[in-house]
Each structure stands twice: as C-alpha cells, then as structure tokens.
C-alpha cells in the first residue's frame, strides 16, 4: 500500500534563517505531489504540485520554493524565513488510480519566531 | 475560479445529536465533491467523496449527498460521538487531470459527552 512521510513534525526556526522540509511517497510511481499550507484559524492554500521529476507549479507567489529531484521526493524550501510563514504544512500524493483523491502526510508545524 | 463556502464553526453539539455541517461550491463542468477530517494535532485524511451528481459518500456514519441543482454538498451524521472531534473540511476537485483541491476554511466541531 502507498504511504507518505514527511518531516521534521515540528520545527521553530528564526525569522531570516533557511528552511527545508521533505516528502517522500512510497509504494506507488508517477505520483502528483502538493505542497498545502494551513495558516493559523484559516483553511488550506495550495502553495506547489508537481505532476514529475522536476516540474514545479507554484500556485501563490511568496518567499517559498519546491524542488522534486526523484520521482517520490518532494521538498519545500525558503532562503530567508518571514514571520508570515509560520503554519502547517501538508504533503500530499495522488496518482490517476486513485480517482482525483488526494492523500496528505502528516503534517509539518512550522513557527517562526 | 472555484470555491468552496462551509459553515462556519465552532460547531459544539452534544454526544448522540444530529450533526449537518453545510457546503456549498462553485465549480465550472463536473466537480468531484470531498469531506476530509483533521484530528487534533494530525494532517487530513479523506472521510468520502462523490463523483458525479446524486452520488451519495458514506463512511464511519457521516454522509453527504452530491447535490446539483443546490452545488451543496452536506455533511450529515445521526448520531456523534465525542471521537468525532475534529476540524472538517470540504473540498472539490475540478477533475482536469492535475486533481487540484480547492478547500473550504474548515468547521471545527467539538463534541462535549
């Protein structure tokens, strides 16, 4: 069965310093990869997907940027952390098999201070 | 664009009400329709979805129906449970081939034995 990992679970980082988080789907290939935000009381804001190695669409402009250098591994990045940043962060996968479903990882709590 | 309109929260209901948190969505063609679940402190897992119109997802007791003529797309459960604690969210997908998900901000649903 396909699961996904992400990691760290929970991070506090400076503003200014750098950032990166990681994703990675097991058990399926081809999968379309999300970067999700959920900013404190508000709902969830696609940020990137990728649908391959190597393709990134960045939905919202801001400081953040994705990079899928395999196949199964999506990860999020920022040179220089804002205050605004701060918020959970989901991973998620599909594949054409599973129907328009979406599944998302476990989540990444990202604070700022 | 898309959207997606749900009920605002807190929702705090009594164990063994009847539950019904409201969405509704604007969409161009033929969405497919979502609820997903967030337990305290944990990423988003689907609860059920719809494809088409008139289709009705069901899962652990909760359901909700693909209605057309009104875009809504209910939450409905008989009878709650203290475990059902949770922020839900409804979501559509827009079934272009990238299975984007469009979010509603969420409900928080607190239920109190």
């Known amino acids: 069965s396909q699961t996904i990992h992400q990691w760290p679970a929970t991070l506090v980082q400076p503003v200014g310093s750098p950032l990166s988080l990681e994703c990675t789907v097991e058990g399926t290939s081809n999968p379309n990869l999300y970067w999700y935000r959920q900013a404190a009381g508000r709902g969830l804001q696609l940020l990137f997907y990728?649908?391959?190695?190597?393709?990134i669409s960045s939905e919202v402009p801001q400081n953040l940027s994705a990079s899928r250098p395999q196949d199964r591994q999506f990860i999020l990045s920022s040179k220089k952390l804002l205050l605004s940043d701060s918020g959970f962060y989901l991973c998620?996968?599909?594949?054409?098999?599973?129907?328009?479903?979406?599944?998302f990882g476990e989540g990444s709590w990202l604070t700022v201070v | 664009g898309n959207s997606v309109t749900q009920m605002e929260g807190p929702v705090t209901l009594s164990e063994e009400a009847f539950l019904t948190i409201n969405c509704t969505y604007t969409a161009t063609g033929y969405p497919s329709l979502f609820w997903y679940v967030q337990y305290p402190g944990e990423g988003l897992q689907l609860l059920l979805k719809?494809?088409?119109?008139?289709d009705k997802g069901s899962n652990k007791g909760f359901e909700a129906t693909y209605r057309k003529e009104t875009t809504s797309f209910h939450l409905e459960k008989g009878s709650v449970q203290v475990s059902d604690s949770a922020v839900y969210f409804c979501a559509l997908s827009d079934n272009v081939g990238n299975e984007k998900l469009t979010f509603g901000t969420g409900t928080r649903l607190t239920i109190i034995p």
């Open positions: 990728s649908v391959g190695i190597g393709q």
């Open positions: 719809a494809t088409k119109a008139d």
């Open positions: 998620a996968w599909s594949v054409v098999s599973s129907g328009n479903t979406i599944y």
